[in-house]
């Protein structure tokens, strides 16, 4: 036998290091002729055709269409015979798996199979033939309708040809992959005939075989794996090897051991055929059913999905806890509003959810715990005929509730005309059971797989509304239930937070409805009356943080007072950190790009020379200016700025200690106890930020140890500098040190850079840096001491095994930021702390209500635009207003040379999060101003939810990452979609231009996978 063909991955234009299959052309069995066009691929500019310059058979196994493969390696093989077609080859992926067409076409031409619909599908029904016998049949047309589990979709196929018999009767229920009908090459060829018995297991419903009577009681084991149940969570991966996700998904669904398989797949994958078993049967154990005597009749794959789903769910630890709630306020709102009482339940249920965000977990087989953090909230409707269906509102919070509630409007009528599509109805993370209107007393509901909690609503009578929770006990505790439904009580009961929730009236509902406006001047948390204390609201901190809160509450006529430990505002961001070391890099980027100078044809500028001193002056110029500038708008807008160092008193005071003089570039140290000026507050912002961490290295202490608090004090740049740690700061520095000309050495614990970053961002930026002149990075480096004064310090550490040293002329610890909240005395407040950050919620709110925190001091991402959105956050919330911190839109970007930068999540990050997300670069070697400026290292990098097309995520490495990554996060916080960024007008020739491109081709990847895949 003549060894096999092997077609690779083409390197289809220069700059393409790997592709993504997203459609194949050919099945396996097909002839290939030379020129034959195999796959379809997406490079890094455009969907391109694979062609094939050889003859044979196409063989499996192919790679999965949707992965991403690098050039030069095997994609499938050809074969010289049919005999040696590899067949029984898995293909690792359930789209590939449901559109592979039978190998070879059988005597009656080639099969159209019972697609599978939707990940729950297992078998459909034939509703109706849209074709006859002997129509012609080009790609896309519509042959038959076909009902799932919850709707009728259709049949599309994607071949030419005539359509044949036999073909199944309407009415026959069919497994997914089994043949309904075929496809001939010549009209005369097309037979007429009924595919007799439909091959299921399920008979069909016309002619339904009378079982053998079996005796009351006896039990039998049973012989077919379950549909997929609704809503079911993957099998882990397995702990060796690998395993296809449809594999995993059908493991999960099953409750099989995914470990107990041996992979059949290329490379011991393991796959679907793997986990359903070869002979058709499951692996499952076999289980025992009682017997009912009597003939039965087969259900319908509704009332099948309904069975299996409450049997799977028979496995939770389930308890209930009722409340009776008065529901007449929100009643009346949704008749005011002209909304509909389920869609403000589900809204009311949502902002619970927000905090109590465990209700929103789910247990995961068998020892994991999904946090989400969209809120889907599954409504259960009435269908005559039909029993319940729950249509999903996905994403409650972030919506109004004029948008919920047409999205509602329009679901149920599909729903009730079965027209409802898999992604509508699947996977909520919460479900409410509203049978008020059937006039039942009290019941309780069954959380459906992928949950662990559902409300079930009885009808109202004199103590209340019975809203009784349902929960997996592996998930929600009692209390936790309890607490929540409270939440849940209060809300219902005062929906104040409708007149100006996200997902409130005042902004959504057309025709001007409003039901209640916004207070501009307060009714939040703070009290009606405030004139017993000092002042409305005390910001103890004049940072970003919190001056951007104290404008915002003196913009809103509130009185402020404003108290700072320095004698000018703009705390370490603008004396220590964003804007002093911006400006060093802008001496230093001036100095790096000469090197591209001679390339455009600019001579005589290659070697330029650093003076300290006037970059220091510069530097001074511009910190004292924007400070000066700062405590200036300050005062005008009327807040009532102090300098001292506050510490509380009660949870109603302060007490200021007098500034003691110091220069506004230095951190003073804290002075807690000191006596000073009692002030009293209705409510406080705590914005104290965090210092530089000094973490326990012996001689950290020393005088040739620096932090990024002391840097600035350098009178020139030491000629050998090491950095310990590799994360922004420490980074930043070293490559700007690199280009003043020092020698740095970067001293990393972690065997990876920048944490906070995209994989890959991260990875290529470290590449990028190990080619530097003058720069070491040493990761997995353990520092045991720092010696030596400054100019003779040796840093002694350990990588691997062995011991090393390092001599410098100084250390800079870059070991990141820890708050220190001690001296602020926050136990006389009862403000509570986790290790050393003040806790908050989304609403930056302490455990105190009144008392809030923002920015550094709460811990999370530490950066100058996180704490300036979060004091006004915190300010909105104090007003009354509507505002939260979310964590996912939030973005930085690092100004090394190419920047890193990213907004909104990873792929990564956003399955964690539930999404099945897509992704796409861009390299920034193919755009046009990257080659005229030398700046072609790095790339942009979009991630998508596959199903709502939502932007997620955009990650950078780029040079002038900092000023695209604007649009970039427009994109996430508007929650754009690929359309509307596909569909808007970029300039050219900027690179703002890429995003277009990205979302263009995302857009036709996934057209295209979605069209392969039925
Ligand atoms: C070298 C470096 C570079 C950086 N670069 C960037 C960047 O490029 N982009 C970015 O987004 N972030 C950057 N950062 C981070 C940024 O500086 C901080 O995240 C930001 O300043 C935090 O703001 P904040 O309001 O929480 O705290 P701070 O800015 O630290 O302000 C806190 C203020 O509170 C005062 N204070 C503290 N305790 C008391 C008290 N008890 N009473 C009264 N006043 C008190 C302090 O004196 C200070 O003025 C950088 C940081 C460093 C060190």
Redesign the pocket.
């Known amino acids: 036998m003549a060894e096999p063909f092997l077609i690779k991955m083409p390197q289809l234009s220069d700059t393409m290091s790997e592709g993504t299959i997203v459609s194949w052309e050919k099945a396996i069995g097909d002839f290939i002729s030379r020129g034959t066009v195999v796959a379809t691929v997406e490079t890094d500019k455009a969907i391109m055709d694979v062609e094939v310059f050889r003859e044979g058979y196409l063989s499996g196994p192919l790679a999965a269409a949707g992965s991403t493969v690098p050039v030069g390696t095997p994609i499938a093989t050809l074969v010289p015979e049919p005999a040696e077609v590899g067949h029984a080859a898995a293909v690792s992926s359930p789209a590939a798996m449901a559109a592979a067409p039978s190998a070879a076409a059988p005597p009656e031409g080639q099969p159209v199979l019972m697609p599978q619909l939707s990940d729950t599908m297992s078998e459909g029904t034939v509703v109706s033939w849209e074709k006859a016998i002997g129509d012609f049949i080009s790609r896309g047309t519509v042959v038959a309708t076909v009902e799932t589990d919850k709707a009728i979709m259709d049949v599309e196929v994607f071949r030419e040809g005539y359509l044949s018999g036999p073909r199944v009767a309407a009415g026959s229920m069919v497994p997914v992959g089994t043949p309904i009908a075929f496809l001939v090459a010549d009209a005369s060829a097309a037979k007429d005939g009924v595919l007799a018995a439909a091959p299921s297991a399920a008979p069909p419903k016309a002619a339904p075989p009378a079982p053998a009577p079996v005796p009351a009681g006896s039990a039998q084991p049973k012989t077919r794996a379950p549909a997929m149940p609704h809503g079911a969570t993957p099998a882990p991966r397995p702990h060796k090897g690998t395993a296809t996700p449809y594999a995993r998904q059908l493991a999960g669904a099953h409750g099989i051991d995914i470990n107990s398989l041996p992979g059949t797949g290329p490379g011991g994958c393991i796959t679907a055929t793997d986990v359903v078993g070869a002979g058709g049967g499951p692996r499952v154990q076999a289980k025992r059913i009682f017997q009912v005597p009597g003939a039965g009749r087969p259900m319908d794959s509704m009332e099948k999905a309904v069975s299996q789903n409450m049997e799977y769910s028979l496995s939770m630890p389930l308890f209930r806890v009722t409340v009776y709630i008065d529901p007449a306020r929100l009643s009346r709102a949704a008749k005011d509003l002209k909304a509909s009482l389920t869609v403000l339940l589900a809204a009311a249920a949502a902002r619970a959810i927000e905090r109590h965000p465990r209700v929103n977990s789910v247990y995961q087989h068998e020892d994991r715990i999904v946090e989400r953090d969209q809120i889907d909230v599954g409504l259960a409707v009435e269908t005559e005929g039909m029993g319940l269906v729950v249509p999903v509102l996905r994403n409650v919070l972030k919506r109004t509730i004029g948008d919920l509630n047409a999205q509602w409007k329009d679901l149920v009528v599909r729903a009730r005309l079965k027209r409802l599509k898999p992604e509508e109805y699947s996977n909520p993370t919460f479900t409410i059971s509203n049978m008020g209107m059937l006039g039942v007393a009290q019941f309780d509901a069954i959380p459906v797989p992928g949950t662990s909690a559902i409300f079930a609503i009885a009808s109202t009578q004199p103590l209340g509304m019975p809203v009784t929770i349902t929960a997996d006990h592996r998930i929600v505790n009692g209390a936790e239930a309890a607490k929540f439904l409270n939440t849940f009580k209060a809300l219902v009961e005062d929906p104040q937070w409708l007149a100006t929730s996200a997902s409130g009236a005042a902004r959504s509902l057309s025709g001007g409805q409003t039901m209640a406006s916004a207070d501009p001047a307060g009714a939040g948390v703070l009290p009606a009356d405030t004139s017993g204390y000092d002042c409305d609201v005390l910001v103890?901190?004049?940072?970003?943080?919190?001056?951007?809160c104290a404008r915002e509450l003196a913009d809103h006529g509130r009185r402020v007072i404003m108290?700072?430990?320095?004698p000018l505002?703009?705390?370490?961001?603008?004396?220590?950190?964003?804007?002093?070391?911006?400006s060093w890099r802008a001496a230093a980027d001036r100095i790096r790009d000469r090197r591209h100078d001679a390339d455009l044809g600019v001579l005589n500028t290659a070697e330029p020379a650093l003076d300290w001193g006037r970059l220091d002056a510069m530097r001074r110029r511009v910190l004292t200016t924007r400070g000066e500038m700062a405590l200036k708008t300050d005062k005008g807008v009327r807040i009532d700025v102090r300098e001292?160092?506050?510490?509380f008193d009660s949870d109603h005071s302060?007490v200021?200690?007098p500034a003691d003089g110091g220069s506004p570039y230095e951190?003073?140290a804290?002075?807690p106890g000191a006596a000073g000026t009692r002030i009293t507050f209705a409510g406080a912002v705590?914005?104290?930020?965090?210092?530089?961490f000094v973490p326990p290295i012996p001689g950290a202490d020393g005088k040739a140890v620096l932090?990024?608090?002391t840097?600035w004090n350098l009178d020139a740049p030491p000629a050998r500098l090491v950095i310990v740690g590799a994360g922004?700061?420490g980074l930043?520095?070293a490559q700007i040190f690199v280009d003043f000309g020092c020698v740095v050495t970067v001293l990393e614990a972690r065997d990876r850079v920048l944490p906070e970053v995209e994989g890959e961002v991260a990875t290529q930026l470290a590449a990028l840096l190990a080619r530097e002149e003058r720069l070491t990075i040493v990761t997995s480096a353990a520092v045991r001491g720092i010696d030596g004064p400054p100019g003779a310090a040796v840093v002694r550490y350990a990588a691997g095994t062995s011991e090393h040293t390092v001599d410098a002329d100084y250390v800079l610890l870059?070991t990141g930021?820890r708050p220190?909240t001690g001296?602020?005395a926050l136990e006389r407040a009862g403000v509570e702390t986790e290790r050393g950050a003040i806790v908050v919620n989304a609403h930056c709110q302490t455990n105190v209500p009144h008392i809030f925190a923002?920015?550094?001091?709460?811990g999370g991402?530490?950066?100058?635009?996180?704490?300036?959105h979060?004091?006004r956050v915190a300010a909105q919330t104090l007003l009354g207003h509507e505002a939260a911190y979310d964590e996912r839109k939030d973005c930085?970007?690092?100004?090394t040379r190419p920047q890193a930068a990213f907004v909104g999540l990873s792929a990564e990050q956003a399955r964690a999060q539930g999404h099945d997300p897509a992704e796409i670069k861009v390299p920034f070697s193919i755009d046009a101003k990257a080659m005229i400026t030398g700046e072609t290292a790095g790339f942009i990098k979009m991630v998508a939810d596959k199903a709502t097309r939502r932007i997620l995520g955009v990650h950078f490495l780029a040079d002038h990452a900092d000023t695209l990554i604007g649009s970039a996060v427009l994109m996430v916080s508007a929650e754009l979609t690929l359309d509307q960024v596909a569909s808007a007008i970029h300039p050219h020739p900027t690179q703002t231009e890429l995003f277009g491109d990205l979302a263009r081709r995302l857009l036709a990847r996934l057209r295209r996978t979605a069209r392969v895949s039925g």
Not at 540 to 548: A, M, Q
Not at 563 to 566: I, S, T
């Open positions: 103890i901190g004049g940072g970003p943080g919190g001056e951007d108290v700072n430990d320095a505002p703009g705390g370490e961001c603008l004396w220590r950190g964003c804007i002093p070391s911006k001292g160092y506050a510490y302060v200021i200690a951190r003073r804290p002075k705590i914005a104290t930020g965090a210092p530089p932090t990024s608090d840097v922004a700061i930043e520095m870059a930021k220190v001296p602020l923002v920015g550094d001091v709460v991402y530490m950066l100058a635009h996180t704490a300036g979060q004091g930085g970007v690092i100004f």
